[in-house]
């Protein structure tokens, strides 16, 4: 299999800089018509210039590509509605979507403001929102469409000073569950990667072993997959970096089952804590049904078990 993108129009919030530059260029050198978007801030997300997405663009058409710059921001619906504009303008279509972009501002959560918070919503979480609530529509009438959120480590373990950082990115795999579903018989996939990479954003965090291996391409690699026509695989999250590549899963444990004719005292939940945390046999569900359904099944399991 030879995985190209010839005739696909895809487009990557924050292709200025970082990864989203490199999943611009991977696609572009496999045949994708590119819309560039990118604020051209700072890593907080302030500011603004013309310069990392028409830098982006240049790079794309000097090897050949075709691309387009977008200089929207990702932080209101009318700027997702631009983005994705922009990709009908240029190319007449869009089936692609990289959710991308990304500020980060660190604080304790004691001294973190309200603003500070938002800043960070408004752009993981909202701008995903907003671009692919824009380009969602027309995925829906083509019957086709390739959607990859941004999530992250952060979110998806923890991390100290990255409340706002990490509450939106965990998020996105709330977003990407639904989307799944939604997206699932018109040939629409919706997967998250939890990229590990040496950018701008991430240079402080890196130590100096690790750092240098940790290129965008490696996850532009796998971005490249999940964005193929070939890969059907939906609402998978795929932690990438440095050539390794895992997915991370939410899974339920086989549970314990107090009966259903009244409520266990604390104290009786305390003495099988063990065995309620227990994931040896836990499992994934397809959607919250599956969840409930497993629970409730063990539930009037028990009832009939009690009955004798
Ligand atoms: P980066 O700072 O190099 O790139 C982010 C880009 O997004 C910048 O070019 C910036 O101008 C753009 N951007 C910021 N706010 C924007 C807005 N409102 N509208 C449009 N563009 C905007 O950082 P990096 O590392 O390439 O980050 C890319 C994504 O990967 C982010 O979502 C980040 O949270 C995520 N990520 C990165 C990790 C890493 O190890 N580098 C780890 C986990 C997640």
Same mark, same amino acid.
């Given at each position: ?13 924050? %292709? ?5 530059? &490199?999943?611009?260029? /991977?696609?572009? &050198?496999? =045949? ?6 990118? /604020?051209?801030?700072?890593?907080? =997300? ?20 075709? %691309? ?47 603003? $500070? ?28 469409? #390739? ?7 952060? =979110? /998806? ?24 579903? $939604?997206?699932?018989? #018109? ?21 100096? @072993?690790?750092?240098? /291996? ?47 004719? *009244? ?17 040896? *046999? ?15 099944? @063990? ?10």
């Amino acid at each position: 299999m030879t995985i190209r993108y010839d005739n696909r129009v895809a487009v990557v919030t924050g %292709a200025g800089n970082g990864l989203g530059r &490199s999943h611009a260029l /991977l696609l572009a &050198s496999r =045949g994708a018509k590119v819309v560039v978007n990118d /604020l051209g801030g700072s890593v907080e =997300g302030r500011g603004g210039s013309h310069s990392a997405a028409d830098a982006v663009v240049a790079e794309i058409k000097a090897a050949g590509g075709q %691309a387009v710059a977008n200089y929207d921001s990702v932080t209101t619906p009318e700027g997702g509605k631009a983005i994705i504009q922009t990709g009908y303008d240029a190319f007449g279509r869009v089936d692609i979507l990289i959710n991308n972009a990304g500020n980060n501002i660190q604080n304790s959560f004691r001294k973190m403001t309200v603003e $500070e918070f938002t800043a960070v919503v408004d752009v993981h979480l909202m701008g995903a929102v907003y671009c692919t609530r824009a380009a969602w529509q027309g995925m829906l009438d083509q019957q086709y469409g #390739r959607v990859v959120m941004t999530t992250s480590a952060a =979110g /998806l373990f923890g991390g100290h000073g990255l409340g706002n950082y990490a509450a939106a990115k965990i998020a996105l795999v709330g977003l990407m569950n639904t989307l799944k579903l $939604e997206g699932r018989n #018109r040939n629409i996939t919706v997967n998250c990667i939890a990229p590990m990479a040496t950018t701008r954003m991430s240079t402080e965090a890196m130590d100096d @072993k690790t750092g240098p /291996l940790l290129q965008p391409e490696f996850v532009s690699a796998v971005v490249g997959l999940l964005c193929a026509e070939e890969h059907t695989g939906t609402g998978d999250i795929i932690s990438a970096g440095a050539g390794y590549y895992s997915k991370i899963g939410i899974i339920e444990g086989a549970g314990v089952c107090f009966g259903a004719d *009244q409520a266990p005292a604390p104290e009786a939940i305390a003495g099988r804590w063990a065995e309620i945390c227990d994931l040896s *046999q836990a499992q994934p569900f397809d959607d919250a049904f599956g969840s409930v359904a497993y629970s409730m099944r @063990k539930v009037l399991r028990g009832l009939k078990d009690a009955k004798g």
